[in-house]
């Protein structure tokens, strides 16, 4: 068994470096989920402590690529990390970290629009980050049409409100995640929809387009320091949903469904491992979650993805992969993505080993309990992990023995 811990510096991390020249067998890389496998709220599961000294060398460098892959959106990579790397005991870099709203960055047809962003922490700064140029508030919102607010009644203006300096019309919605005050952003957010990006105008319930709407985050449920989950921002859109189809009879459709389990996130990350090993592929991606319907439905969602890419090799190609040398290798980074994606539960979040999977009245596994999002399809195979194991060291020591993490020495 043998490692390279050859130090290599990108943005002050010391990364995990594979050896420079050829060698026979690709390496692993690992999403590791944060609330429910790593964290309980603000506390570390003992569990984690544990596996993460398994996944560095005696120098506290990874020994190979590592990924944490979470549905957290209200706050920027470098904080996460900052925070990860305090509770975990080891030096974690925001090239590291992936977040909800992390793949946002790569939609640019949308970022010289006017959108208006809903969720909780920095929302604008977070928003400017991922490269948006003109970005409104809920909060601005309501302070410009202070009329449109009218839940609390203590909010109420005594007096007609004077105009404020006019704010450009809405153009796409960015749903963050979940916001503080829900009945404001659910009121604000069927404003602007159905006015077409003018919340001070009449409801137009036939309007011919909707305006795009970007959602980061599908969670219903997550694990925090509670006995039982809690609600997530997949519960927040359900509600949006709800209100939207009972005042038009139309679906709401979004332009983009982002974080786990879409395959954006999932693209994005492997991004983010290639780059920790030197732009090689990968040979297995293991993630590791505590969602059914997050990370499991996520991970295989993947490993179909990822079959299907390279079940559409050429013949050529393929041709090309049998040789010997450099050949193999060229046409392996062509193909880029990793060969196969394995998914693996563990038991310290929000799936509970003995508690039954829920079932409707003929006790089949259907769509009404299927806690997940909308528009995510009821596949029982996407829900079927590859492995169950107890916590997060078990994944870490079940993918040391089957994964060829190890590199053969160079030719």
């Not at 009879?249 to 979004?254: A, C, K």
Request: hydrophobic share 40%; glycine share 6%.
């Amino acid at each position: 068994m043998r490692f390279c811990s050859c130090p290599v510096k990108k943005a002050g991390q010391r990364f995990y470096c594979p050896v420079l020249h050829n060698f026979r067998k690709q390496i692993a890389g690992v999403l590791l989920d944060v609330d429910g496998v790593l964290l309980r709220g603000g506390s570390v599961i003992p569990a984690a402590r544990r596996a993460i000294r398994k996944l560095v060398d005696q120098n506290n460098n990874f020994l190979f690529p590592v990924v944490f892959v979470t549905n957290a959106g209200s706050c920027q990579r470098h904080q996460k990390a900052r925070q990860l790397s305090h509770l975990l005991d080891v030096q974690i870099s925001p090239e590291q970290v992936v977040l909800s709203h992390s793949p946002l960055r790569m939609l640019t047809s949308f970022h010289d629009k006017c959108v208006l962003v809903s969720g909780q922490g920095p929302v604008t700064h977070i928003a400017h980050t991922l490269g948006f140029q003109t970005v409104v508030t809920i909060e601005q919102l309501s302070e410009q049409f202070p009329l449109l607010d009218m839940v609390e009644h203590n909010r109420r203006p005594p007096t007609p409100p004077s105009l404020l300096q006019s704010l450009p019309q809405i153009q796409a919605i960015i749903l963050f995640g979940e916001p503080i005050r829900w009945e404001t952003n659910l009121q604000l957010l069927i404003d602007v929809l159905l006015t077409n990006g003018k919340p001070d105008c009449v409801y137009d319930t036939w309007l011919p387009n909707q305006l795009p709407v970007l959602a980061c985050n599908m969670d219903l449920l997550w694990m925090a320091d509670a006995p039982s989950p809690r609600f997530g921002h997949g519960m927040f859109l359900l509600c949006l949903e709800s209100v939207y189809k009972k005042l038009t009879g139309r679906e709401l459709q979004y332009e983009a469904l982002l974080g786990k389990p879409s395959l954006q996130t999932y693209q994005y990350a492997e991004q983010l491992l290639r780059q920790q090993n030197h732009n090689r592929k990968l040979s297995t991606i293991y993630a590791v979650g505590d969602n059914l319907m997050t990370d499991i439905y996520g991970a295989n969602l993947y490993k179909r993805y990822l079959a299907q890419q390279h079940a559409a090799m050429t013949p050529s190609a393929k041709l090309v992969a049998q040789g010997t040398g450099s050949q193999v290798a060229m046409a392996e980074e062509e193909l880029g993505s990793a060969v196969r994606c394995c998914s693996i539960l563990v038991c310290t979040g929000v799936y509970k080993p003995h508690s039954p999977m829920p079932r409707d009245q003929k006790g089949a596994f259907s769509e009404m309990v299927f806690s997940s999002h909308r528009d995510l399809k009821l596949e029982l195979d996407l829900v079927e992990p590859d492995h169950v194991v107890e916590d997060v060291e078990a994944a870490i020591d079940l993918l040391q023995q089957e994964s060829s993490v190890t590199l053969l020495t160079p030719d």
